[in-house]
């Protein structure tokens, strides 16, 4: 350590003490800011006098203050160091209880989100479902509607039949109307997606048909619909009412080609019919 001009000249002061007579041995020491404050009996303090007894010399008065003054400094430096040590130890914790708030935080958030995507996809499931009832509803309500019709119809259909043999011109304008309002009404029903079954000339199909009879025929297929005693209907690919028919027997076998080709225009107009209700159901989603 340093000793600066202020104590060099305190310890010329005393040692011009000593060498006068005086019996005060001023020795310097250093406290707080390096400042020379505090002088020792010459004849009894152990820092004035080297050896037994022997007055210090002006050497060994400034190593002593140095050597004073270097404790000073490295106590206060280690307080320093305390302090430092003890303020970083206090902003650690606080860091780290920071940092498990931001934790905390961020599983919060990540709880939260994953509540939000759930109760979107119920909200979405909810709506599909939702929609795809209505849609079922709306079915159901058209397609009771439709075969409480049906009955009309078949009326309408058999009055114009057995009045295709009148002659009389106001009878048979009379005919015509019926038969007007009768194409109306079906073809209402048609823009609902109902389809008239009327399979004359086709294979027999115990799914969409209903036999009611049989006439024997060695010309035609054997089981082919020679017939149709009661129209058939269907609405969105499903049979809302069976055709009741007559069907041949007694004729050759209907080739196998011939049955597969039936069988996938029955297909076609099954699928036309479920393409139509899906596009219905994204409709009513929308």
Same mark, same amino acid.
């Given at each position: 350590?340093?000793?600066?001009?202020? !104590?060099?000249?305190?310890?010329?002061?005393?040692?011009?003490?000593?060498?006068?007579?005086?019996?005060?041995?001023?020795?310097?020491?250093?406290?707080?800011?390096?400042?020379?404050?505090?002088?020792?009996?010459?004849?009894?303090?152990?820092?004035?006098?080297?050896?037994?007894?022997?007055?210090?010399?002006?050497?060994?008065?400034?190593?002593?203050?140095?050597?004073?003054?270097?404790?000073?400094?490295?106590?206060? #430096?280690?307080?320093?160091?305390?302090?430092?040590?003890?303020?970083?130890?206090?902003?650690?914790?606080?860091?780290?209880?920071?940092?498990?708030?931001?934790?905390?935080?961020?599983?919060?958030?990540?709880?939260?989100?994953?509540?939000?995507?759930?109760?979107?996809? !119920?909200?979405?499931?909810?709506?599909?479902?939702?929609?795809?009832?209505?849609?079922?509803?709306?079915?159901?309500?058209?397609?009771?509607?439709?075969? !409480?019709?049906?009955?009309? #119809?078949?009326?309408?259909?058999?009055?114009?039949?057995?009045?295709?043999?009148?002659?009389?011109?106001?009878?048979?304008?009379?005919?015509?109307?019926?038969?007007?309002?009768?194409?109306?009404?079906?073809?209402?029903?048609?823009?609902?997606?109902?389809?008239?079954?009327?399979?004359?000339?086709?294979?027999?199909?115990?799914?969409?048909?209903?036999?009611?009879?049989?006439?024997? !025929?060695?010309?035609?297929?054997?089981?082919?619909?020679?017939?149709?005693?009661?129209?058939?209907?269907?609405?969105?690919?499903?049979? #809302?009412?069976?055709?009741?028919?007559?069907?041949?027997?007694?004729?050759?076998?209907?080739?196998?080609?011939?049955?597969?080709?039936?069988?996938?225009?029955?297909?076609?107009?099954?699928?036309?019919?479920?393409?139509?209700?899906?596009?219905?159901?994204?409709?009513?989603?929308?």
């Amino acid at each position: 350590m340093a000793v600066t001009t202020a !104590d060099q000249n305190k310890v010329d002061t005393t040692f011009d003490n000593e060498n006068n007579g005086d019996e005060t041995v001023g020795a310097v020491g250093v406290v707080g800011d390096g400042s020379a404050s505090q002088t020792l009996d010459g004849n009894a303090g152990a820092a004035g006098v080297a050896g037994a007894g022997r007055p210090m010399t002006e050497e060994e008065m400034i190593a002593e203050a140095i050597r004073r003054g270097e404790e000073t400094a490295e106590a206060e #430096i280690a307080a320093d160091a305390q302090r430092a040590a003890q303020e970083r130890d206090r902003l650690q914790n606080e860091l780290d209880s920071v940092s498990d708030q931001i934790e905390a935080a961020k599983q919060q958030a990540a709880e939260a989100n994953d509540r939000f995507l759930r109760l979107q996809a !119920d909200w979405d499931n909810y709506r599909r479902r939702t929609a795809q009832e209505r849609l079922d509803e709306r079915q159901r309500a058209t397609e009771k509607l439709v075969v !409480d019709l049906l009955p009309v #119809i078949d009326d309408l259909e058999r009055a114009i039949e057995h009045a295709d043999n009148l002659t009389d011109p106001a009878a048979q304008q009379f005919v015509e109307g019926v038969s007007a309002v009768c194409n109306k009404l079906v073809g209402v029903l048609n823009k609902e997606g109902v389809e008239v079954v009327n399979p004359v000339g086709e294979a027999f199909d115990p799914l969409s048909h209903q036999a009611v009879s049989q006439i024997e !025929d060695t010309e035609a297929y054997d089981e082919t619909v020679a017939q149709v005693y009661q129209k058939g209907y269907r609405m969105g690919g499903k049979d #809302i009412r069976t055709a009741m028919v007559v069907v041949t027997h007694g004729g050759p076998k209907r080739p196998v080609e011939q049955e597969a080709a039936d069988g996938v225009a029955a297909d076609s107009e099954t699928a036309d019919g479920t393409a139509a209700n899906g596009a219905a159901a994204n409709g009513a989603t929308e």
